[in-house]
């Protein structure tokens, strides 16, 4: 009795001991995550090198970034990610102290401070009427030791006191039709020139006193040719135009006031011109550059009227900026595109023939053309001027060269991922070697014993970095094969430049990188566009030899009846396996779940007339596609129109030129929501490779419930018209929110919940028999979560076990989704604290481990909550019996627990998108969030149950292992003596 | 309107109003954010704490950040009821209501959602600090103890002496029946499983 008395006690004390550590501790950083920065396409790039200190490059991006970065290295000094709806126009570094920003339009003017990125003003600037033309005007100009800054935006021009962002003075530009093309001001003067047309073929000039914004002097002048496109200043007082026709130059020069128009016909300067041309803008003095079709040609002016083309090459050419080296000198880089180099010159602007400088640099070809180009100078040690020169590529990454030779470059595409999906990685062949493995060992000894001095407190400081270091170097995570967890897998995600990237989910390291030839521009296809990617053949079993590759899917151009294009691309070496130009469009991808012969996934692809095509094109997948004929019905949203609808297959197609894989398809229903008083936000099914272990839940009274687990659910969610706007300009009595799970098959509403005073957006995530979403409720000015849990009724009665052992049961009965469900749901509203960018939840291989639910909040941290939390049963008062079962008692607002944020202390700037994917390990899912900023770590919502965790101390198990035998030997020679003495007495 | 702010935002200081009206209905609504000195001392520390802080209004719709002194400002807001939430790493902040009159501007109509606290002016201070890791225990003989390991050992232990305890206690005539039937049973002794106990 007193034995198992202890026993008890010994287990209790043993479980208690297992304390649930919600989080990880600081040390723990950077063990199983990663965080990577990023910046995006940079748009506008400005150097601070003038002073001694840090050497500085200031960019804004497309991804709404403004960041100031290292020179030498290229890392981030400071960065801030604007509003979405914040787009920057311009920058410019002004006193040399601080960054100031041109955003919304021209609307909002922000001055940073250039050391730590501090905001030091803000200035909202306003105008007469909206106009697309923005300029922000660099400027030497000083008012008592004050800088000014120009800036024309909505039809004003103002002068902005760059100390603190006072107006100093505003002129409006009224004239309606009136297009401002260019503000000019010329170097060392108090003028500024605005020019523009009016109507369609008034040239109009305006000479503006720029200390006080008097207008001086007003001139126009009408053209019979008419204009097209941009102007290019070439003089401060002269400018390039096209006429409308494009194949006739204009120099329009307006000295003195005097405005006059001299013409050029681009066949007089090219022998074989080749239709209409474009200007392609630069502040070069005396230089400008047009581009017909493919060929660039850079044209010189000499006084006023002479033209001369210096240079006319068929490569993609770009030309930087002018940056001015000394007293009237000004330089400019001209890069050029050969294949697998890029040549670089850079030439004084009043000396073409003369290069300063002439390098060629080794290009990877993955990286595609240079799209951008911005040069900066320093002295040489000689006194000589070198330049440096900033480049953006194609795949929007960053590079700098300096002397013939890449300095650094940054991976920018990286922060606009379209699509991401896994990979696993090659199983390891061959052992290691054995002076691997003795080496390893005596490493690995050392690893622990260092280890136990930690944990007994005995270790140096130096002891706890190197203890530290070994953690975050273990050269065993970013090894390039499978391991036994299933932690180590690519990431392949595809960016909107076109690019496909494989990160290794152990450190993050780019494995490799391609840029696709399908989503590149070509003559057929102008603006391709990246949509998806699917995984296209995942060899296991019989065809382990095979890679495993991927499927992008890209449309060419924006609009729905775009032909698509594919390419397949191995994803162990980055090799695009074949690319195809498709004849059809693809409004909707539906990933079958059938596999041929060597594992390759089919594919349907719905086109914008309802045809369906099915990939791969081979006999053998179309008989088993023919096969599964009747069982594929996929439905397609409408949200403009309010309507979905559900599908099926009919027949080959008919008509057209006879193609195999084609099919005909049908309509089976259609949802129609009345457009006047509901609009589709938000569907969400339930993922495709989601598994569910058990369909039956046991709850508290030994009853048990059956989870309505379908993967034909569709979750959709309407707010009333009023509410679809943003949220401050609608009252709680005008605003809805439905809520429905739609039955994709029959089209059935299974159920319908009604939110009232409640609007979007909606953000839902649809897991097993539970669907979680979102909202804004207007009456109580609070964000709402809700779930909806459903469950099958009609197996409910299956409880009893003798119905079960003598077979009068209807579980084997067919379920058929035409019969009618018999459903109950059960639903639950919580309050939650914060706006929310996205909503995702675990997976796990087989789905034993509990569920949390990753929310992505407004300050682009990740919060993991437990569902538990979200829990219709959850009551205020729990009976012993539901707390037993694990039940929380109901809190209207769902806890934020500071130690649950997956991110801790980071931020995923610009989140967009949370993906989960199970590891090997049932308790254990990996985690990659997306936005400018990567975001990758490994969780485990129920604790590492089936493993050892990382710090399991080894060292301690062997010595307690031989004090264990220690024990024994002493015990066992004592035991000796004692059965000699007994026997001697 | 630009011009007009500063002049504003010493109106504010003077804890006057939070509101200002611009043209054609779009109204200007200014705040500070202030997190109290010696809250972030402890803990980690925080680089660059004002410069990463973040103000958005409904969800993101308008994004701005602060001043170095803690003040901020949205431009061109259209009256209603607005939210204004604070994304501060290191600090929770309740998302406050703002309501921007057409009728009577200036008027401030502010209240924290969490709450419910109402605010006469627009200065807005983190509920709490947010700590996002766990403390690590100092090392202690009991934490050792607990683990596996230290279990191991202190039940071995605890058999080892407390077990012949229970035997002593037990009635004499009745260890000694006990020991006759383990003999008859021929129940190995811990020697006699070891080598070298084979010897009796």
């Known amino acids: 009795m007193a034995i198992r008395s202890f026993l008890i006690l010994f287990i209790l004390f043993f479980f208690s001991s297992l304390n649930p550590i919600l989080s990880l501790y600081e040390d723990q950083v950077g063990l199983v995550d990663w965080h990577q920065q990023y910046l995006g396409k940079v748009k506008q790039a400005v150097f601070h090198t003038h002073k001694t200190g840090r050497k500085r490059v200031v960019v804004s991006t497309e991804e709404n970034v403004v960041a100031s970065l290292d020179l030498r290295q290229g890392e981030i000094f400071w960065r801030h990610v604007l509003g979405s709806n914040d787009v920057i126009d311009g920058i410019d570094i002004a006193l040399g102290k601080y960054v100031i920003t041109l955003s919304s339009g021209g609307s909002i003017l922000r001055a940073w401070n250039l050391p730590d990125g501090q905001m030091v003003w803000e200035s909202s600037l306003r105008g007469p009427k909206h106009s697309k033309s923005l300029f922000l005007v660099r400027t030497n100009l000083k008012i008592e030791k004050d800088n000014i800054v120009i800036i024309f935006s909505n039809g004003r021009l103002n002068a902005v006191s760059c100390m603190d962002g006072e107006v100093l003075w505003e002129k409006d530009f009224e004239g309606e039709s009136l297009k401002v093309q260019q503000v000019i001001q010329p170097p060392g ?7 523009g047309f009016a109507s369609s073929s008034l040239f109009e000039m305006y000479q503006i006193n720029a200390l006080n914004g008097e207008l001086l002097k007003h001139e126009s002048a009408a053209f019979s040719g008419g204009f097209l496109g941009e102007v290019s200043p070439v003089f401060s007082e002269t400018v390039v135009a096209l006429d409308s026709t494009g194949l006739i130059l204009l120099t329009i020069s307006f000295q003195n006031g005097k405005i006059s128009f ?37 044209i010189r002016v000499k006084d006023e009227s002479k033209l001369e083309v210096v240079e006319k090459t068929n490569h993609e050419t770009s030309i930087s900026d002018a940056l001015s080296i000394s007293e009237g000198q000004q330089a400019f880089a001209l890069v050029q595109h050969a ?74 595409g990286l922060a606009s991922i379209i699509d991401v999906t896994t990979s696993e990685l090659p199983v ?119 890679n495993p590759s991927v499927l992008v899917i890209g449309k060419c151009g924006p609009s729905s009846d775009a032909p698509g294009a594919l390419s397949f691309v191995d994803t162990y070496t980055g090799k695009e396996l074949s690319s195809l130009s498709l004849v059809h469009s693809v409004a909707q991808v539906i990933p079958l779940p059938y596999t041929d012969s060597t594992e390759q996934c089919l594919h349907l692809l719905i086109d914008a007339d309802k045809h369906a095509h099915l990939y791969p094109k081979t006999p053998e997948a179309i008989s088993i596609f023919e096969r599964e004929f009747s069982n594929i019905y996929w439905y397609s949203v409408e949200d403009d129109n309010g309507i979905i609808k559900g599908h099926a297959l009919r027949g080959k197609c008919t008509g057209e030129v006879a193609d195999e894989v084609c099919f005909d398809t049908r309509e089976l229903w259609s949802i129609v929501f009345p457009s006047e008083s509901e609009k589709i936000i938000a569907t969400v099914t339930r993922k495709l490779n989601e598994v569910v272990h058990t369909q039956a839940k046991v709850i508290a009274d030994q009853e048990v419930m059956y989870k309505y687990i379908s993967r034909n659910l569709l979750f959709v969610a309407t707010v009333a018209l009023k509410g679809s706007v943003e949220i401050g300009s609608v009252t709680p009595e005008e605003s809805w929110l439905v809520a429905y799970l739609i039955d994709t098959v029959t089209g059935r509403i299974l159920h319908q919940v009604t939110h009232h005073g409640s609007q979007g957006p909606v953000h839902a995530v649809f897991s097993e028999n539970w669907v979680v979403y979102h909202y804004f409720n207007l009456k109580a000015q609070r964000y709402e979560m809700s779930v909806i849990e459903i469950y099958d009724q009609s197996r409910a009665d299956n409880k009893d076990v003798w119905k079960l052992v003598l077979g009068k049961h209807n579980l084997t009965s067919p379920i058929s989704l035409y019969s009618r469900p018999d459903v109950i749901t059960k639903s639950q509203s919580y309050f939650f604290t914060h706006s929310v960018k996205a909503i995702a939840v675990t997976s796990t291989t087989k789905g034993i481990t509990s569920k949390q639910l990753l929310i992505g909040t407004i300050g682009d941290q990740v919060l993991a909550l437990d569902k538990r939390f979200l829990d219709p049963r959850r009551t205020v008062n729990p009976t012993q019996a539901e707390k037993e079962e694990g039940i929380i008692p109901l809190t209207d607002p769902l806890p934020i627990i500071p130690q649950s ?6 931020r995923v700037e610009g989140l967009r998108g949370i993906i989960t994917v199970p590891a090997k390990l049932e308790s254990t899912t990996l985690v990659f969030a997306h936005g400018v900023d990567l975001f990758f770590t490994q969780l485990a919502p129920s604790r590492t149950y089936d493993s050892l965790t990382d710090d399991f101390n080894y060292a301690l198990l062997l010595i307690t292992i031989v004090a264990l035998l220690a024990a024994i030997f002493v015990t066992w020679t004592l035991s000796e003596r004692k059965e000699l003495q007994e026997n001697w007495r | 309107m630009a011009a007009v702010t500063p002049l504003l935002l010493l109106l504010l200081l003077s804890s006057a109003p939070s509101f200002s009206s611009g043209s054609r209905n779009a109204y200007n609504i200014n705040g500070r954010v202030k997190i109290p000195q010696g809250l972030g001392t402890k803990g980690y520390a925080l680089p660059g704490r004002m410069s990463n802080v973040k103000v958005l209004l409904n969800g993101g719709q308008n994004i701005t950040f602060l001043r170095p002194d803690g003040y901020f400002s949205f431009h061109n807001i259209p009256a209603g009821t607005h ?110 499983l070891l080598p070298g106990g084979a010897r009796n």
């Open chain 1, 189 to 195: 003067s108090n003028l500024i020139y605005v020019v």
């Open chain 1, 262 to 298: 001299h013409q050029m016909p681009i066949s007089n300067l090219v022998k074989d011109s080749f239709g209409p041309a474009k200007i392609i803008p630069s502040s070069v003095i005396g230089i400008f550059a047009i581009k017909m079709n493919a060929v660039t040609i850079v």
């Open chain 1, 339 to 412: 294949s697998h180099e890029i040549h670089l010159r850079v030439k004084l602007a009043h000396n073409w023939d003369d290069n300063l400088l002439k390098e060629s640099v080794k290009m990877d070809q993955h990286r595609g053309l240079v799209h951008k180009v911005y040069i900066n100078n320093y002295i040489r040690t000689d006194k000589s001027y070198g330049f440096r020169a900033l480049i953006v590529m194609e795949d929007h990454s960053l590079l700098l060269l300096q002397q013939g030779e890449i300095v650094w470059s940054r991976e920018d």
């Open chain 1, 428 to 546: 390891e062949r061959d052992g290691v070697s054995v002076a691997k493995v003795e080496h390893n060992l005596f490493e690995w000894l050392k690893g622990h014993m260092l280890k136990l001095k930690g944990t007994l407190m005995l270790a140096s400081p130096q002891d706890i970095a190197a203890i530290q270091s070994m953690r975050l170097k273990n050269s065993e995570k970013s090894k390039m094969t499978r391991d036994h967890n299933g932690f180590r897998k690519l990431l392949i995600v595809l960016t909107r430049a076109g690019k496909l990237f494989a990160l290794h989910t152990g450190d993050g390291h780019i494995v490799w990188s391609h840029l696709l030839q399908s989503l590149q521009k070509s003559k057929v296809c102008q603006h391709p566009i990246g949509l998806n990617l699917y995984k296209w053949q995942v060899p296991h079993h019989h065809a382990m030899d095979e």
């Open chain 1, 901 to 906: 944020y997956v991110t801790h202390a980071l």
């Open chain 2, 83 to 192: 939210l204004i939430e604070v994304s501060a790493i290191g600090y929770f902040f309740s998302p406050v209501r703002v309501d921007v009159s057409a009728r009577n501007p200036g008027k401030v109509q502010a209240a924290l959602t969490e709450n419910r606290k109402g605010l006469s002016e627009l200065v807005l201070e983190p509920l709490r600090e947010e700590q996002y890791y766990e403390i690590r225990e100092p090392f202690s003989i009991m934490s050792l103890l607990k683990s596996p390991m230290g279990l191991m050992v202190g039940f071995m232990l605890a058999v080892a002496f407390l077990m012949p305890k229970l035997v002593e206690n037990m009635d004499p005539e009745e260890m000694r029946r006990a020991q006759e039937e383990m003999r008859s049973q021929g129940v190995p002794s811990l020697s006699s």
